[in-house]
């Protein structure tokens, strides 16, 4: 069994986010980019633990980027991942994202496909289904838990005040939330490692984005918050009227 997991190329949290050209683009200098942690820690993670149990022969990353990215890669490589992908372009929105890996997957029969739940720069939750729905497959949201036996795959959701047992036929799509598995760090076997597994660069296919960015906007950031004593409800009630905002 062959599995592809996709990750993304996303700023670290303790980046200052700042923006350029009038508020359309992302200003990435002086930025350090991480593999998205969701597509690490959970997607990549249980992949090889998968492979580890010899229940899937190979691990391949694939990712939608320019070669500056190609570092990101190298760490999915270092923590145990056989060979990766990259499709050369810029990832303008979901879609275009969905429907390269989409392409690339059909082309090269992979059983399983796995995607984080969302990555922590745009939290947009789409690009596990949108290649489901290209590749006419079944996609399982939000999984915690992933078990493999021949050609079916169990798979768990929580929902409120509960979870929800899920099996499926391969081949599939899982987007993997926590409790998939558990965040590894690099040893130094897999650092050395990583610099000699290989890399395919492949270009982008013809396929245009559905969506165009008008402009960002950085939030207002925390505001003064009141304290309202308990026996003051008259207050809170007047406060809550003139003062308090939906956002």
Same mark, same amino acid.
Not at 6 to 19: C, E, G, L
């Given at each position: 069994? !062959?599995?592809?997991?996709?990750?993304?190329?996303?700023?670290?949290? =303790?980046?200052?986010? *700042?923006?350029?050209?009038?508020?359309?683009?992302?200003?990435?200098?002086?930025?350090?980019?991480?593999?998205?942690?969701?597509?690490?820690?959970?997607?990549?993670?249980? #992949?090889?633990?998968?492979?580890?149990?010899?229940?899937?022969?190979?691990?391949?990353?694939?990712?939608?980027?320019?070669?500056?990215?190609?570092?990101?890669? @190298?760490?999915?490589?270092?923590?145990?991942?056989?060979? $990766?992908?990259?499709?050369?372009?810029?990832?303008?929105? $979901?879609?275009?994202?969905?429907? *390269?890996? #989409?392409?690339?997957? !059909?082309?090269?029969?992979?059983?399983?496909?796995?995607?984080?739940?969302?990555?922590?720069?745009?939290?947009?939750?789409?690009?596990?289904?949108?290649?489901?729905?290209?590749?006419? &497959?079944?996609?399982?949201?939000?999984?915690? !838990?992933?078990?493999?036996?021949?050609?079916?795959? %169990? &798979?768990?959701?929580?929902?409120?005040?509960?979870?929800?047992?899920?099996?499926?036929?391969?081949?599939?799509?899982?987007?993997?939330?926590?409790?998939?598995?558990?965040?590894?760090?690099?040893?130094? @076997?897999?650092?050395? +490692?990583? @610099?000699? !597994?290989?890399?395919?660069?492949?270009?982008?296919?013809?396929?245009?984005?559905? =969506?165009?960015?008008?402009?960002?906007?950085?939030?207002?950031? @925390?505001?003064?918050?009141?304290?309202? %004593?308990?026996?003051?409800?008259?207050?809170?009630?007047?406060?809550?009227? =003139?003062? +308090?905002?939906?956002?």
């Amino acid at each position: 069994m !062959k599995i592809l997991v996709a990750i993304s190329n996303v700023p670290d949290t =303790t980046t200052k986010i *700042q923006f350029t050209d009038g508020d359309t683009k992302f200003n990435a200098a002086g930025v350090t980019f991480v593999i998205n942690p969701y597509d690490e820690w959970y997607a990549l993670v249980r #992949a090889l633990e998968l492979k580890e149990a010899n229940l899937a022969e190979k691990v391949t990353l694939i990712h939608v980027g320019l070669a500056d990215s190609e570092a990101t890669i @190298r760490k999915g490589f270092a923590l145990g991942a056989d060979d $990766a992908v990259r499709i050369d372009a810029e990832s303008p929105d $979901a879609f275009f994202v969905a429907e *390269q890996i #989409a392409a690339y997957a !059909k082309e090269n029969n992979y059983d399983l496909i796995l995607t984080g739940k969302e990555t922590i720069s745009y939290n947009g939750s789409s690009v596990g289904g949108m290649i489901a729905g290209i590749m006419d &497959l079944p996609f399982v949201s939000l999984a915690t !838990k992933l078990e493999l036996a021949g050609n079916k795959v %169990s &798979l768990e959701q929580d929902l409120d005040g509960g979870s929800q047992l899920v099996e499926c036929d391969l081949p599939l799509v899982v987007s993997c939330a926590k409790g998939m598995a558990e965040q590894r760090i690099p040893n130094m @076997r897999g650092i050395m +490692a990583a @610099r000699t !597994k290989p890399l395919s660069v492949v270009p982008a296919n013809a396929a245009a984005p559905l =969506t165009t960015v008008k402009s960002f906007t950085l939030s207002p950031g @925390r505001t003064t918050v009141k304290m309202i %004593s308990e026996d003051s409800l008259d207050e809170l009630v007047n406060l809550l009227h =003139t003062e +308090a905002k939906v956002i």
